[in-house]
């Protein structure tokens, strides 16, 4: 797991260089490998953006897409035990049984649709793998999925 107290003050500055630059969330991901020899995940990254304050450049045309693109939301009952109704667009549910070399784990349904398996692990990391390779959510689902592990794990760990 990669958190500021492991950067230096040079190393937290040339992040945000980079994200000045117009990097993005993988682009850090990779470069704190590359440049630094972190073995970052993506959420290791994203907890590392947020606790930097870290505004990332909007791709203007990817907003436009965004927007034409967008699909009414059709509610779907979860698959799994331990579902919990969701606040937002972004469900999460909790395996009964963990799996293995993980604390717990579940299953996560984004906003748009994708899906992948989540899990922390027995050091407390916290990973989600999709279902497409390359999938990132949005910042937005992050944030919903944070909320809805939250309500999940309450009194699990």
Known sequence: MVSVSDLSSEQVEMVKGWVADGAQMADVQRRLNDDFGFKATYMDTRF??????????????????????????VE???DLEGAKPSGGSVSASLDQVARPGSMVSGTVTFSDGMKGLWLIDEMGRPSIDPDQPGYQPSEADLVSFQGE???????QM
């Not at 592990?149 to 009194?155: A, E, I, N, P, S």
């Open 76 to 78: 779907e009952e979860p």
């Open 149 to 155: 592990l939250k309500v999940l794990l309450d009194g």
């Open 48 to 73: 590392l953006s947020l606790d930097l304050e870290l505004n990332f450049q909007v791709d203007e045309e990817e907003v436009q897409t965004e927007e034409v693109i967008e699909v009414p939301q």
